[in-house]
């Protein structure tokens, strides 16, 4: 059976929250790469500007890097096609240190990204994927630095991770 992935993690987001203290957010692949289309906020609210809509960098930010990591290499090669407009369709590749990065983000089951877009912010995403093991969506974790546990096998990672894998059970992966 089928399942809209949004309208089924949307309710887990406020337990993803409210478990970890942290925003959380849903992203979904869309037309110019991984887009925000939900929000919750943490019990605590952290002040970033992210709203619906926004478009996640795939090389700097957590949700961004868990899609680059899970999503097929030409569609991540054309969602930097934009951002690389200077190198000629032939030449785009992946820098050899992000493969590397992203082949750290296969292994752990998480992205990182510790004050990369903001100074003071932490990022960590997990994938979610379909009944075809393709990734549907991520799940991020947003919060001050100072209090989040960027550990890829910290508490923050197995309760994100333990999330993300309900979801794809739930989306029959």
Same mark, same amino acid.
């Given at each position: 059976?089928?399942?809209?992935?949004?309208?089924?993690?949307?309710?887990?987001?406020?337990?993803?929250?409210?478990?970890? $203290?942290?925003?959380?957010?849903?992203?979904?692949? $869309?037309?110019?790469?991984?887009?925000?289309?939900?929000?919750?906020?943490?019990?605590?609210?952290?002040?970033?500007? *992210?709203?619906?809509?926004?478009?996640?960098?795939?090389?700097?930010?957590?949700?961004?890097?868990?899609?680059?990591?899970?999503?097929?290499?030409?569609?991540?090669?054309?969602?930097?096609?934009?951002?690389?407009?200077?190198?000629?369709? $032939?030449?785009?590749?992946?820098?050899?240190?992000?493969?590397?990065?992203?082949?750290?983000?296969?292994?752990?089951?998480?992205?990182?990204?510790?004050?990369?877009?903001?100074?003071?912010?932490?990022? *960590?995403?997990?994938?979610?994927?379909?009944?075809?093991?393709?990734?549907? *969506?991520?799940?991020?974790?947003?919060?001050?630095?100072?209090?989040?546990?960027?550990?890829?096998?910290?508490?923050?990672?197995?309760?994100?991770?333990?999330?993300?894998? *309900?979801?794809?059970?739930?989306?029959?992966?």
């Amino acid at each position: 059976q089928q399942y809209d992935p949004v309208r089924l993690a949307t309710p887990v987001l406020a337990d993803l929250a409210h478990a970890t $203290g942290h925003t959380a957010a849903i992203a979904l692949w $869309g037309n110019r790469g991984p887009t925000i289309v939900r929000i919750e906020e943490a019990p605590s609210a952290v002040h970033v500007h *992210m709203r619906p809509g926004t478009v996640a960098s795939l090389r700097d930010t957590a949700t961004g890097k868990a899609f680059a990591a899970f999503q097929s290499r030409e569609r991540v090669l054309d969602a930097l096609a934009d951002v690389d407009s200077d190198r000629p369709a $032939g030449k785009r590749a992946l820098t050899r240190e992000f493969e590397a990065e992203l082949a750290q983000v296969r292994a752990r089951g998480v992205s990182l990204a510790i004050d990369s877009t903001l100074p003071g912010i932490s990022a *960590m995403a997990a994938p979610v994927f379909d009944v075809n093991g393709r990734i549907a *969506m991520s799940l991020t974790l947003i919060g001050p630095s100072a209090v989040f546990d960027a550990t890829p096998d910290g508490a923050l990672a197995t309760t994100l991770r333990s999330f993300a894998q *309900m979801l794809s059970r739930r989306l029959g992966s």
